[in-house]
């Protein structure tokens, strides 16, 4: 378990990256961005069908289909609203939202976990450390919100960057669920080779919608608008590293833990949101901030700690006897 966490922590540092993209690109509107990010994963998606082509013939139109879905929910449409929601709500906001996921995640994987006669946690159980995440979560982003709240009259924008924000949350809460639904049905497929299967399905749509965005939309005078060097530049090392990277290292920790054990870590990327973001403004972290951070780690430890007990083996008052004697 604890390689497989190793890859979702590293996961979440690069998926962090992806908040301040808006603010490296701010004459960018978000739409460019998302679909620049799409294209630059699915050409990258290509070279890992080709490296791993091997597995081709253990999948099925079935399993393109949920890869199709998945990539078009999770790797396109997520993200534009992610972006807008930052661009229209501030990163603060974002950040708050999408910190609920892990909390929605670990309650929905764990209830299908009990439903499907699977190993689980009573829900009495998880409210402390998912409270405990849940009260670090706002503490992180305390100051950014009463900002945000304090602007809300002057921004006339702000209800849509709430709405984006409740379909980006939305959106994660599923993707990594029916994803994870899916590797640990498959686990001699490799990970990378699905996440190359899910990219793949965006450089076609990239395309297109990128082009038509660029005829019809007025948004940009220039194809690749007035910064096409930086534009470029980052687009490329968020679709590989920050998107095709961070989704293959996520896929390998779902292939190798349970879904509710997957959900808290992405408090994580919540964390390194919030850190990113204090780099780019070059400020340390405030008190809050501080305090907010060590209880989402603290909840995510306990609620890892519990879930690790339910794979310890049980002993019985025989073999405990047997053992003292």
Same mark, same amino acid.
């Given at each position: &378990?604890?390689?497989?966490?190793?890859?979702?922590?590293?996961?979440?540092?690069?998926?962090?990256?992806?908040?301040?993209? +808006?603010?490296?690109?701010?004459?960018?509107?978000?739409?460019?961005?998302?679909?620049?990010?799409?294209?630059? &994963?699915?050409?990258?998606?290509?070279?890992?069908?080709?490296?791993?082509?091997?597995?081709?013939?253990?999948?099925?139109?079935?399993?393109?289909?949920?890869?199709?879905? %998945?990539?078009?929910?999770?790797?396109?449409?997520?993200?534009?609203?992610?972006?807008?929601?930052?661009?229209?709500?501030?990163?603060?906001?974002?950040?708050?939202?999408?910190?609920?996921?892990?909390?929605?995640?670990?309650?929905?994987?764990?209830?299908?976990?009990?439903?499907?006669?699977?190993?689980?946690?009573?829900? !009495?159980?998880?409210?402390?450390?998912?409270?405990?995440?849940?009260?670090?979560?706002?503490?992180?982003?305390?100051?950014? %919100?009463?900002?945000?709240?304090?602007?809300?009259?002057?921004? +006339?924008?702000?209800?849509?960057?709430?709405?984006? !924000?409740?379909?980006?949350?939305? &959106?994660?809460?599923?993707?990594?669920?029916?994803?994870?639904?899916?590797?640990?049905?498959?686990?001699?497929?490799?990970?990378?080779?699905?996440?190359?299967?899910?990219?793949?399905?965006?450089?076609?749509?990239?395309?297109?919608?990128?082009?038509?965005?660029?005829?019809?939309?007025?948004?940009?005078?220039?194809?690749?608008? +007035?910064?096409?060097?930086?534009?470029?530049?980052?687009?490329?090392?968020?679709?590989?590293?920050?998107?095709?990277?961070?989704?293959? %290292?996520?896929?390998?920790?779902?292939?190798?833990?349970?879904?509710?054990?997957?959900?808290? &870590?992405?408090?994580?990327?919540?964390?390194? !949101?919030?850190?990113?973001?204090?780099?780019?403004?070059?400020?340390?972290?405030?008190?809050? %901030?501080?305090?907010?951070?060590?209880?989402?780690?603290?909840?995510?430890?306990?609620?890892?700690?519990?879930?690790?007990?339910?794979?310890?083996?049980?002993?019985?008052?025989?073999?405990?006897?047997?053992?003292?004697?």
């Amino acid at each position: &378990m604890l390689i497989g966490i190793s890859f979702g922590l590293a996961a979440c540092v690069l998926w962090g990256f992806t908040y301040l993209l +808006p603010l490296l690109l701010p004459d960018y509107p978000t739409t460019y961005i998302s679909v620049a990010r799409g294209i630059v &994963m699915g050409v990258t998606a290509l070279a890992g069908l080709a490296l791993q082509r091997q597995y081709l013939k253990q999948v099925n139109l079935k399993d393109w289909n949920t890869a199709f879905w %998945l990539t078009l929910i999770g790797n396109l449409i997520q993200p534009w609203c992610l972006f807008s929601s930052v661009q229209y709500a501030g990163v603060a906001l974002a950040a708050t939202f999408f910190g609920l996921i892990p909390v929605l995640v670990a309650l929905i994987a764990n209830e299908r976990d009990k439903r499907k006669g699977k190993k689980y946690l009573p829900l !009495s159980k998880l409210i402390l450390p998912l409270s405990v995440i849940f009260i670090g979560l706002i503490l992180a982003n305390f100051e950014g %919100l009463i900002n945000v709240l304090e602007d809300y009259k002057s921004n +006339p924008n702000f209800l849509i960057g709430v709405i984006y !924000s409740v379909l980006s949350t939305a &959106m994660w809460t599923w993707y990594p669920i029916r994803n994870a639904d899916w590797l640990l049905d498959h686990p001699k497929i490799s990970p990378v080779f699905f996440t190359s299967m899910q990219c793949s399905l965006l450089l076609p749509f990239g395309i297109v919608l990128y082009v038509a965005l660029w005829l019809f939309s007025g948004d940009l005078k220039e194809f690749f608008g +007035p910064s096409p060097f930086a534009f470029i530049g980052w687009s490329l090392f968020a679709g590989v590293v920050c998107s095709f990277g961070a989704t293959a %290292l996520w896929n390998a920790m779902s292939q190798k833990v349970p879904t509710a054990v997957a959900g808290p &870590m992405l408090v994580f990327e919540t964390i390194f !949101s919030v850190t990113w973001g204090c780099v780019y403004a070059r400020a340390f972290p405030t008190a809050t %901030l501080f305090i907010g951070m060590v209880l989402l780690v603290s909840g995510v430890v306990y609620t890892l700690m519990l879930f690790n007990s339910l794979n310890e083996p049980v002993v019985s008052e025989a073999e405990s006897s047997a053992g003292g004697m």
